[in-house]
């Protein structure tokens, strides 16, 4: 089992910043692929950002690339997600979630673990 807890949500205005923080606990080798997803209201869960243990290389949607960083922290079993230039749309739930492996990093069913979700919202 890995148990997540997302931290970090809150109100900002356009153009702001906010860095969410996921810590994990439990076998996290057993899911060592981190990802983050989202979910606006009344849209579907849609993918963000993920990273492999290595943090080596990392993959982002579209629609944030450029403007959000995932990065981890393994000594600590923590991810970020640094979020800049925020922009109304990025108005969401975000969720960070834990897999086995990279495959189909970009769709949720490829995570087996899941947290609890932490709110941001950007004002206009």
């Known amino acids: 089992q890995v148990h997540l807890v997302e931290s970090g949500g809150g109100m900002v205005q356009v153009g702001g910043s906010l860095t969410l923080s996921c810590a994990a606990s439990?076998?996290?080798?057993?899911?060592?692929?981190m990802g983050w997803f989202r979910q606006g209201p009344g849209k579907d869960r849609e993918f963000v950002a993920a990273?492999?243990?290595?943090?080596?290389?990392?993959f982002y949607a579209y629609s944030v690339k450029g403007r959000f960083t995932i990065s981890r922290d393994n000594a600590k079993d923590e991810v970020y997600l640094q979020m800049n230039n925020l922009q109304p749309e990025d108005t969401a739930a975000y969720f960070c979630?834990?897999?086995?492996?990279?495959?189909?990093?970009?769709?949720?069913?490829?995570?087996?673990?899941w947290g609890q979700g932490t709110q941001v919202t950007v004002s206009s």
């Open positions: 979630a834990a897999a086995s492996s990279a495959t189909g990093y970009a769709q949720a069913s490829n995570y087996n673990y």
């Open positions: 439990g076998r996290t080798l057993s899911n060592p692929f």
């Open positions: 990273i492999p243990y290595s943090g080596g290389r990392t």
